[in-house]
Each structure stands twice: as C-alpha cells, then as structure tokens.
C-alpha cells in the first residue's frame, strides 16, 4: 500500500543538489520521481528513488540529512479530471493533502501522494475506484 519516499534536507546553495545526485549515480540509484522546495535557507529534496534504503544510508554517510516517508502512489489514468478525482475522494472525506508529484514513465503514471492518515486515506482511495501502486510495482 505505502511506498518509501526518499527526503533530503539540503542547505540552498550552489551545487548541493548536484552533490546529492553525484552520492546517487555513484551507488547506481535511479530517480524514479522528483518534488523540489526551497526557502532562502533550505531545500527539501523528495524522490522516489530505486533502492530507498541505499540512498538514504550513502547520502547520510556523505553528510546530507535523509529521511524515509510513508506515501501514496495513486495511479491515473491519462484523461481529462483524473487528478480531481483523487482530490475529491480526499478532501470529501476530510484528509488534509500535505503535497503531491507526479511521477510518469514508457510504463506507468501515478500522483504521489502525502495525506493525513495515510492509512484511511489509502482506503478512501480505493473505495473511490482508484488504485494504488505497490513500492514493488514502481521499483520493477
């Protein structure tokens, strides 16, 4: 049901990002899906990477502050009023959206999601007649 979400916490400055990405390519990690936020100060990096647990760990080791997340892969289908679909069946049901992406491939489309409760939100999303991705399906 859930799926791992990579986040790093980066200091807004030049060549961080690339740094990040230079830790991932070395450990042979491909970035499936990407979300970036900055303020002055810092960044949030989120990803949905290939080897979740490996990233974290080699961009730890090289000094980056990283994290795991509990999120939702919601798959769409290309057509027109997917998106307000699935945010219908959240907020009708009272889940805060925290923040979504996109993720897309040759084979696949999904919006990633973070809800309160993800949990009950997983359900809400299934009983709306949407899917969800397993981490296992995404990572094929």
Do not use: W
């Not at 696949?108 to 299934?126: E, H, P, W």
């Amino acid at each position: 049901m859930f799926v791992k979400q990579l986040s790093v916490f980066m200091e807004n400055r030049e060549g961080r990002l690339e740094q990040a990405t230079e830790v991932l390519k070395k450990n042979d990690i491909n970035i499936l899906s990407l979300s970036m936020a900055d303020t002055t100060e810092y960044g949030m990096l989120r990803m949905v990477v290939s080897n979740p647990e490996l990233a974290k760990n080699a961009l730890r080791e090289s000094g980056f502050s990283a994290m795991l997340t509990d999120v939702l892969a919601v798959r769409l289908e290309d057509s027109v009023g997917q998106l307000h679909k699935l945010t219908h069946i959240l907020c009708a049901k009272g889940f805060n959206i925290e923040y979504m992406y996109a993720l897309a491939s040759a084979d696949l489309r999904a919006i990633i999601v973070k809800a309160s409760n993800g949990a009950a939100a997983a359900d809400a999303i299934r009983n709306g007649g949407l899917e969800l991705y397993t981490d296992e399906e995404l990572r094929r």
